[in-house]
């Protein structure tokens, strides 16, 4: 399979996926997004792979957000379209037969956290940061993370981050079970890689009935479900927001390098 914006290998069955836009901090454009869904399906058909890990190409970012420069001019529909794709990806994600982890290495914030967030679970590196940041823009998030935070963090922080566009760091993240290590840079991906290789020596079918349970058990609305109500609210709220003057001035703000004025319009 040939991609343009990460990169992949497989080593011991462990499939690395690295997004690969360093300049760009990794954000997650439309051809990033069409490279990850291959991705994803290369790690569901090739049998050579029984687990994957995520991380991000460069010392600084796994992945800083949904890239902004593409949210210009969306009206409402194409807005949902874009939530509704993100969601998609990060759901073939976290309904994976193989596990799928996040090894975290440096900013992971907006797209990024929720990337991270649909893995099964996540590793970062002492120098990360996450956060949801959306509302800086004027904006929530919309792949996934109105949801999946409140169900990894709890709903009081959830709604603080948030509210706040607050980073945490590392230890936060381990101190609120975002995260289940905390490693330096430089032994980040060879922590992941134990932890999987642990994981591909046991039974397979099982490793892949445990997903499914879990998911079924934590994520109420996932894909397993008819019922999506938390994530259509989401893509219909973030829809909501692109019309909104504040957006426009949140998105234009950050292009310009400037602080945004809101007007609450
Ligand atoms: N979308 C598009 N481009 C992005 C981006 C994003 N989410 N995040 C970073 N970039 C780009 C910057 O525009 C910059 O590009 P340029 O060199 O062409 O100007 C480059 O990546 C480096 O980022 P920069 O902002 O210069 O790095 P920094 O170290 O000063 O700040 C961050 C790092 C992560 C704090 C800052 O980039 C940021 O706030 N990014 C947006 C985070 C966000 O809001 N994500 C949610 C999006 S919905």
């Known amino acids: 399979m040939s991609y343009t914006t990460i990169t992949t290998s497989i080593e011991n069955n462990i499939f690395i996926i690295s997004i690969n836009r ?13 490279d990850l869904d291959k991705a994803v399906d290369e790690i569901y058909e090739n049998n050579q792979i029984k687990s994957a890990l995520i991380t991000g190409t460069g010392p600084k970012a796994f992945v800083a957000g949904a890239d902004i420069t593409e949210f210009a ?11 509704k794709r993100g969601q998609d990806v990060f759901f073939k994600i ?26 099964h679970f996540r590793l970062c590196s002492d120098n990360a940061k996450f956060g949801q940041p ?87 609305d996932s894909a397993y479900t008819n019922g999506k109500s938390g994530y259509d609210k989401e893509i219909e709220c973030f829809g909501d927001c692109f019309v909104t003057e504040d957006m426009k001035e949140g998105t234009a703000a950050f292009l310009e390098k400037r602080k945004a004025v809101f007007t609450g319009k």
């Open 73 to 83: 001019g969306l009206n409402k529909d194409e807005a949902m379209a874009l939530a």
């Open 134 to 220: 959306e509302v800086n823009l004027g904006l929530i998030p919309g792949y996934g993370g109105t949801q999946r935070l409140t169900q990894l963090i709890g709903k009081g922080k959830s709604m603080e981050l948030q509210m706040t566009a607050g980073l945490i760091d590392a230890t936060e993240a381990l101190k609120l079970g975002l995260v289940n290590y905390v490693t330096t840079p430089e032994t980040l991906l060879d922590k992941s890689k134990e932890i999987l290789q642990l994981i591909n020596s046991k039974a397979p079918i099982a490793i892949s009935k445990i997903i499914e349970c879990i998911n079924v058990a934590i994520v109420s």
């Open 94 to 119: 976290e309904n994976s037969k193989k596990p799928i982890i996040a090894a975290v290495n440096g900013f992971a914030l907006g797209g990024g956290c929720e990337l991270a967030m649909a893995c």
């Open 22 to 34: 360093p300049d760009k901090l990794n954000a997650l454009n439309a051809a990033v997004f069409n």
